[in-house]
């Protein structure tokens, strides 16, 4: 198995439009270390030659022309084509839907969801216009604790497993209202094609959550600290209210998961995090506990297992 990380920011990106904090600050001007991201994205792929494999993608980021743009693994093969063969979607948040708007190219895609997240996208009317033909949008559900593999929009297998598990998440903004918070609102992904498997954990509210027996685990980035935009002055919201744990602190995920056997990776890193600044403590912390920080184009390879006690 192969992944790519076609986005390591959370929502907003980084440098973010409107934002004007100290990283984002520096990533403008061009400062050595601080390296621009967009919105998060990952593909997946069973295949040794990611020039030939066909992909999964997990979710569908604002960001997904450009990302598919700078990375030629997922470019056209023939006049009509796209390496990207499936879309699965950790939950209806915007940052992970709005990229499907780019995608409409009379192109059929396969989507797999929840079914919260499935009924959450009908409702808001959102689904009806990325289906201007029949078979241009297959939706099929995904259930917690079931391993699905995974298929094109024609039913050809990608060679890959998805198992999907809760994340204690918030109803996306577009979808209150019309939608109860269930439990498969948001969700983590355990990719696997029999040799390697990895985590897609990248948004929520706890560290207590299994992530064992994996080779890989993507985590959740998003803040360093509790009361990161507080302490800014950006926003009156912690990031419990936003429902992703910190990095730091006694129950934030660098303590919770220390103990974690696997390749550990942050991603979904909102651009006010100081792990973003090369020199700061806190990316000295993040690194000298063996966690490594996703950047845009960062690639994974799953051949050789690497599980156990390192
Ligand atoms: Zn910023």
């Given at each position: 198995m192969r992944a790519i990380v076609l986005g390591s920011a959370a929502g907003g990106a980084f440098p973010q439009w409107n934002c004007g904090c100290p990283n984002c600050v520096a990533v403008r001007a061009g400062r050595p270390g601080f390296v621009p991201r967009t919105q998060d994205s990952l593909a997946v792929t069973a295949s040794a030659d990611p020039t030939t494999g066909r992909f999964a993608l997990v979710n569908a980021s604002p960001d997904i022309l450009t990302q598919i743009q700078k990375t030629p693994a997922l470019?056209?093969?023939?006049?009509?084509?796209?390496?990207?063969?499936?879309?699965?979607?950790?939950?209806?948040?915007?940052?992970?839907?709005?990229?499907?708007?780019?995608?409409?190219?009379?192109?059929?895609?396969?989507?797999?969801?929840?079914?919260?997240?499935?009924?959450?996208?009908?409702?808001?009317?959102?689904?009806?216009?990325?289906?201007?033909?029949?078979?241009?949008?297959v939706i099929r559900e995904l259930v917690l604790g079931e391993r699905t593999a995974l298929a094109d929009a024609a039913g050809e297998p990608l060679g890959l497993t998805v198992t999907p598990s809760a994340m204690s998440g918030k109803l996306p903004v577009h979808f209150v209202g019309h939608a109860?918070?269930?439990?498969?609102?948001?969700?983590?992904?355990?990719?696997?094609?029999?040799?390697?498997?990895?985590?897609?954990?990248?948004?929520?509210?706890?560290?207590?959550?299994?992530?064992?027996?994996?080779?890989?685990?993507?985590?959740?980035?998003?803040?360093?600290?509790?009361?990161?935009?507080?302490?800014?002055?950006?926003?009156?919201?912690?990031?419990?209210?936003m429902a992703h744990v910190p990095i730091g602190g006694h129950s934030g995920s660098l303590a919770r998961l220390a103990g974690l056997a696997a390749r550990r990776i942050y991603t979904h890193i909102n651009n006010t995090n100081p792990i973003l600044a090369p020199d700061s403590e806190e990316r000295r912390a993040v690194e000298a506990a063996g966690w490594e920080i996703a950047y845009d184009g960062m690639k994974i390879v799953l051949d050789a297992p690497a599980r156990g006690p390192r």
């Open positions: 470019w056209p093969r023939a006049p009509r084509h796209s390496p990207i063969a499936a879309i699965v979607l950790t939950n209806g948040d915007m940052d992970h839907v709005l990229g499907l708007f780019s995608l409409r190219e009379s192109y059929p895609l396969a989507l797999y969801v929840t079914s919260a997240v499935r009924r959450g996208l009908e409702e808001s009317a959102f689904i009806r216009t990325l289906r201007r033909f029949e078979g241009q949008l109860k918070g269930a439990a498969e609102d948001n969700i983590a992904l355990s990719f696997t094609d029999g040799a390697g498997s990895l985590m897609y954990a990248a948004a929520g509210a706890s560290a207590d959550v299994d992530l064992g027996g994996h080779d890989v685990v993507l985590f959740d980035g998003t803040f360093y600290r509790e009361d990161e935009l507080v302490s800014l002055g950006l926003s009156k919201s912690y990031a419990r209210d």
